[in-house]
């Protein structure tokens, strides 16, 4: 167990709809990591959040968006679902950069049927 | 651009033979590369990173080499066991727009039999 919760484990929806995941980073973490990870590929870099601040950008599209709260826990916005958009999102957290240990959540689980 | 290539994306080994995962990154300033595990159906795992001021660093079975020249670093294990089967990925830190981030290579699916 990495200390990283990711809720729900995992999530049903329609095409067009829209789903919020959920994380709460390790305690004393300030960073937030989303990744996702489509069937047999690697882990595309969605976004980080420090300490409430936004501070990098991967390919995430428009249709996402994300934030983290002032208890540090952040939640990955998914709008406007199409079927690529089923895949495996993990959180991730460390204490500041990147450059320290990012520990990974079980990640949740997304079908866009 | 940034970009970490990782081969080969499948390895398969006989238990008790070694293996060797390799990956190349394209940004120079580049200093930090974590190795994650990843069985299947669970979370990725750290289980070594090196950082640029080393050229190899140790774990037991596993080892990582970094040549900063060539702009490439090497996941090696000896003695593989059938529990050493999982999906491993390389990373490099990048710096973006004064920001960092980390880049992953795609996988290297290895698979030890018995």
């Known amino acids: 167990d990495s200390g990283v919760t990711q809720t729900p484990k995992h999530l049903i929806t329609a095409t067009g709809q829209r789903v919020t995941l959920r994380c709460s980073p390790r305690?004393?973490?300030?960073?937030v990591y989303w990744y996702q990870q489509s069937l047999d590929q690697g882990l595309q870099f969605l976004i980080q959040?420090?300490?409430?601040?936004?501070?990098a950008k991967g390919n995430i599209l428009e249709r996402f968006s994300a934030q983290q709260f002032p208890d540090l826990h952040s939640e990955l916005n998914l709008s406007s679902l199409e079927l690529g958009d089923s895949a495996l999102y993990f959180c991730?957290?460390?204490?500041?950069?990147?450059?320290?240990?990012?520990?990974f959540g079980p990640g949740t689980r997304l079908l866009v049927l | 651009g940034e970009n970490v290539e990782q081969h080969p994306s499948t390895l398969s080994v006989q238990e008790g033979d070694s293996a060797v995962i390799k990956c190349t990154y394209s940004?120079?300033?580049?200093?930090?590369f974590p190795w994650y595990k990843q069985e299947l159906g669970k979370r990725p795992q750290l289980i070594i990173d090196?950082?640029?001021?080393?050229g190899e660093k140790k774990d037991q079975r596993i080892a990582v080499t970094l040549n900063k020249t060539a702009k490439h670093f090497s996941l090696h294990i000896t003695e593989t066991q059938p529990e050493d089967s999982a999906v491993y990925f390389c990373?490099?830190?990048?710096?973006?727009?004064?920001?960092?981030?980390?880049?992953f290579g795609t996988g290297t699916r290895l698979l030890v039999s018995p």
């Open positions: 990373a490099a830190r990048f710096r973006n727009t004064g920001f960092q981030k980390l880049v």
């Open positions: 940004d120079s300033a580049s200093n930090y």
């Open positions: 090196i950082r640029s001021n080393v």
């Open positions: 991730a957290s460390s204490f500041g950069t990147p450059q320290e240990t990012q520990y």
């Open positions: 959040y420090y300490n409430g601040e936004e501070r």
């Open positions: 305690s004393g973490d300030l960073s």
